[in-house]
């Protein structure tokens, strides 16, 4: 099975990387880093069931296994090479295996393909289904963006919209069909199991941004992260959250505006840049296609708080995000 | 809980390698690969009740992951750097995780420490028991020991000894116990639950096999691998095969010689040498402690073949291996 999964992907993606000199059907596989530059490595694993509902098409599993690795690297602003598949299925009749490969390569291949992404290595077990993908990008040496380097007074930006993703997962909890409506449905899910990395974002980054996540978790928890890796808090203007129509469409503002602070898996990058080359990043990363928008700025102190638009601090409950009682 | 793990494994392996230039805790790890080496990498997964029984101890299991990955670099003649891991828990009581976290740790990092190997990512999620772990390693461009190179005429040899793991598992399987009478049932265990990665051996076999594999499915299938990779078949000799004085005390002459053609898991060593070699190779094999045994020889055509003692040719049959019919 392993073979065949691997020769499926090999035959849709890019070949002739002159850096790989040993490709899968050994023990291991042979690359050749390029000199003077250091290697991004990640690894994430999807489980059915908690990263993506059981019943999703092998194909979006197929790419979002890979997207969320690649927007790993996005955040560190290195551009992606290589990639390792550990793919566990089910036991169940060879022709779903057959259908499910199919399908999985596909997806997988698309996203590799224009990022001229190699798949040097892969392991096929039975199992529950979950895949895990490690992958491997350059960087200059120092150059790598990190969660640690944001200072005060620094603007906090994110690409994209946030909250589409999650918004999808809800609608599709409740039932809802990729082909019904006026297509706001197809938008949403379609931003929860084909994530775009926004990896030509981090490569504009480099040299400019002082810290750099990708929105895996939820813009909150994330945020967070460059919080206590740099010892500053930030404050976050809700009505400056960039929201997509078709969320606006879909939900109130409540539940908006909360599905964008908490909700995960929109994989946009959330960075902080110094106030005077925020303008410059805005207009970069406008003509490559996914924008940036600030919605906030780096503080002394400690967390991410959130004002709304009468300038009143919102307080996380149980059913989302409130005024402080 | 990934951090908690990652923790655990780092204060338990050793630090200061000065190519880790960003370790766990971001997006991304960063390294900085050696000036003119290749990088050799692989991935490989383990799955409670396929690769290991239910009940295994966390920290067997720990090592055994680690172990399967390092066995691929050691065929490769490649030297161990730096390691990935993505494990997947059932859910279960928060001291049930905790206690298979400190296990799964203390295994793990039992083997990483002396081959400073630098636990680098890690991914930690909920769903059916399994662990894929990825592994990098140095190896001088062109060195690489691989499948394809053997020449007939060549001899082939294996380190240490066969079918010891499969028996293992067969006790196991028969309801064993570690500690019951000669030792016998412990050592086979342990060779199935705590597999040697014979890293020293591939180091010292560059330059002079001309063909490598570990034996993870068994002598025959990977054995096969050789000869299909390098266009050739072999011709092994059941009487040469080195087995265990504990696996020949614990199971009779034939199963021996079957579970040693045909039992996975031993993870040692099968590589072919030019015959002017082979004294040189056995006797820095030997000083490594692992020693290498001569088995037989690579010959023009296709597919491994097997004689018995008597000069016969044997057959695979469903319960084992026999005489033509």
Redesign the interface.
């Known amino acids: 099975m392993e073979f065949r999964l691997i020769d499926r992907i090999r035959e849709r993606t890019a070949q002739g990387r002159e850096d790989v000199?040993?490709g899968i059907?050994?023990?291991?596989?042979?690359?050749?880093?390029p000199?003077g530059q250091?290697?991004?490595?990640?690894?994430?694993?999807?489980?059915?069931?908690?990263?993506f509902p059981a019943g999703t098409d092998p194909a979006d599993i197929g790419w979002k296994s890979l997207a969320v690795n690649l927007?790993?690297?996005a955040?560190?602003g290195?551009s992606p090479a290589?990639a390792?598949?550990?793919l566990?299925l089910p036991r169940q009749p060879a022709e779903h295996v057959q259908a499910f490969i199919d399908g999985f390569a596909e997806g997988f291949a698309q996203l590799a393909q224009p990022h001229r992404l190699a798949l040097?290595?892969?392991?096929t077990?039975?199992?529950?289904l979950?895949v895990?993908v490690?992958?491997?990008?350059f960087?200059p040496?120092g150059e790598?963006l990190?969660?640690?380097g944001a200072r005060a007074g620094d603007v906090v930006l994110v690409t994209g919209t946030l909250g589409d993703a999650a918004a999808g997962l809800q609608l599709l909890q409740r039932g809802a069909r990729v082909d019904e409506g006026d297509g706001r449905a197809a938008f949403l899910i379609e931003r929860l199991n084909r994530p775009t990395p926004r990896l030509a974002a981090g490569l504009a980054l480099r040299g400019r941004a002082t810290a750099c996540?990708?929105v895996s978790d939820g813009l909150l928890a994330d945020l967070g992260h460059i919080c206590e890796?740099s010892s500053l808090g930030a404050e976050i203007e809700a009505p400056l959250l960039p929201r997509s129509p078709m969320l606006l469409g879909a939900f109130d503002e409540r539940s908006a505006r909360d599905l964008a602070l908490a909700g995960g898996d929109d994989y946009e990058l959330c960075f902080t840049v110094p106030p005077a080359l925020v303008a410059e990043v805005q207009g970069d990363l406008a003509r490559l296609g996914c924008g940036a928008t600030r919605i906030g700025r780096m503080v002394e102190g400690y967390g991410v708080r959130v004002r709304d638009e009468q300038g009143h601090w919102l307080e996380a409950t149980h059913r989302g995000w409130d005024h402080f009682a």
Chains 1, 2 share one sequence.
Do not use: F, K, Q, Y
């Open positions: 000199r040993l059907g050994d023990d291991a596989a042979l690359v050749a880093p000199a250091e290697l991004a490595i990640a690894i994430d694993t999807l489980v059915e069931g908690v990263h927007s790993d690297l955040s560190m290195a290589w390792l598949l550990a566990t040097i290595g892969g392991d077990t039975r199992g529950g979950s895990s490690a992958v491997h990008g960087v040496p790598a990190t969660r640690a996540i990708d890796e």
